[in-house]
């Protein structure tokens, strides 16, 4: 590609990666980051001089990080220690009722067995093969397409069989389709929470999202020092590629010439020339006038009813007692419809939420059990609409109770120090990522429509590329690595 000049706005995920794969190829890089460091969204706390993950915390499709660094002529294993988890996740809904899941499919069968009985072992497996089917039918034309649309999909779908093509379901909710599978209601809670993995409720979301079970199931790896360790390895991989990162550098305006991107402005007032511009940054931002009015229509914008998922997070170092923790673990909502209602239509944060937590100093199985005080990053989901009704400390308090309450009933406690906490609100999250209301993940995907209403990585203005986890293919960190590859290979084709 010559010495082509690129800015990459934004360090997170996806612009690490498209600036790596630029750097690689023999861009002139600049890498433009807000905050001090890299990772976006995965990002680290620090309390009591321990650092903490508060962000992302499961590592899954492995073979795409495979991928990258091995375009850019490395390893993945040469910068970033993974070990494979055996259990997957560690699931309660009360004292007496708990779930384990394991990466090895048979030992999962046989906990679901002893847990719901031998007819919903069977339909476990049932169902994890249709979650394989959805998977490997999507993967290609789908998830690695530059901007796939509904007819593309149908095309590229269609010579493998009208029976592929309907076995997708995208027109049935993922909470329908999963009460085709199990008559047990925790089995069914439990798979349909993996559409809050994209920032949705299993109620409105299509029940295409079964192949996020697939994905686990795949495997799940422990990333040794912490996921924040996999955007500090591929920044540094970048650099020693010829990437320049600026930290600090607030990216205010994306200017154009004859039309086209041809550098940014810093809040500053110093202008970056660049023959590209790639925008790792959340697509609401750009529609909301936040890289200015000359690129504000570069792509669509997303309405509030149309916003993901937000969330209340606590970084906490504390004592624990009672629950054995694994590294990941979900305390079920015992009013599941109600939590995504409070949500999404209440707009206001669950009474009685699901609380996820992450036990950063215990392997997947939950040993080592921390003699002191561990590292815990607890999660509820809420609403995002952290620009327009901040929560009020009462508000904040009640929903602590409410989460802590949860672990407390199904027999974890949590003996929390003020001190030692973060609390992370939907208005915490608007700051971190303007635009927004604290929506972590884009668009919703509610409705068969939604995963081709996110913009692609050619945005409406030319020489301006998108990436990020609102874009195609959407969130989580495989998704929006790939954003990042599909920018670059953008930049790349009009070199």
Known sequence: MGAKRVVVVGAGMAGLVAG??????????????????????????????????????????????????????????????????????????????????????????????????????KRFREFAERARRIYTTLERPFMRAARPSALALIRAVAPQGIGKLFAITPFETLWRALGDHFRDPRLRQLFARYSTYCGSSPFLAPATLMLIAHVELDGVWLVEGGMHRLARALAALAASRGALFRYGAHVAEVVLAKGRAAGVVLASGERVEA????????????????FGSAVAKAAPGVSRKE???????????????????????????????????????????????????????????????????????????????????????????????????????????????????????????????????????????????????????????????????STHPGAGLPMAALSGRLAAASVLAEA
């Not at 294993?77 to 993974?82: I, M």
């Not at 959340?282 to 909301?288: E, F, G």
């Open 20 to 121: 790596l794969e630029l750097a690689a190829r023999g861009g002139a890089v600049t890498m433009l980051e807000r905050a001090e460091a890299p990772g976006g969204k995965l990002r680290e706390v620090e309390i009591g001089g321990r650092r903490l993950d508060a962000g992302p915390s499961v590592f899954t499709m492995r073979h795409v990080f495979d991928e990258i660094f091995a375009a850019a002529g490395a390893s993945l294993d040469e910068h970033v220690r993974l070990a494979p988890a055996e259990l997957l996740a560690r699931h309660a809904w009360s004292e007496r009722e708990r779930l384990d899941l394991y990466a090895d499919l048979a030992r999962s069968e046989d906990a679901v067995g002893a847990f719901a009985g031998a007819a919903e072992a």
């Open 307 to 469: 916003r993901s998922l937000s969330a209340i997070t606590w970084s906490l170092l504390a004592r624990t007692e009672g629950f054995p923790l694994a590294r990941h673990t979900v305390f079920f909502s015992d009013a599941y419809a109600a939590e995504f209602d409070d949500i999404f239509i209440g707009q206001r944060v669950p009474a009685s939420p699901t609380v996820y937590v992450c036990a950063q100093d215990r392997d997947d199985r939950g040993l080592p059990a921390p003699s002191g005080e561990e590292r815990l990053f607890c999660l509820v989901n809420a609403p995002a609409n952290g620009d327009a009704r901040p929560l009020a400390p009462e508000e904040v308090e009640a929903a602590t109770q409410g989460a802590f309450g949860r672990l407390a009933r199904c027999g974890l406690h949590v003996a929390r120090r003020p001190e030692a906490t973060v609390v992370t609100t939907p208005a915490d999250f608007e700051r971190l990522y303007p635009g927004t209301g604290g929506a972590l993940y884009g668009r919703a995907s509610h409705g068969w429509r939604a995963s081709f209403d996110r913009p692609g990585s050619r945005s409406r203005v030319p020489g301006l590329y998108l990436a990020g986890g």
């Open 275 to 290: 023959d590209a511009v790639v925008l790792n940054a959340d697509s609401a931002a750009l529609a909301a006038g936040f």
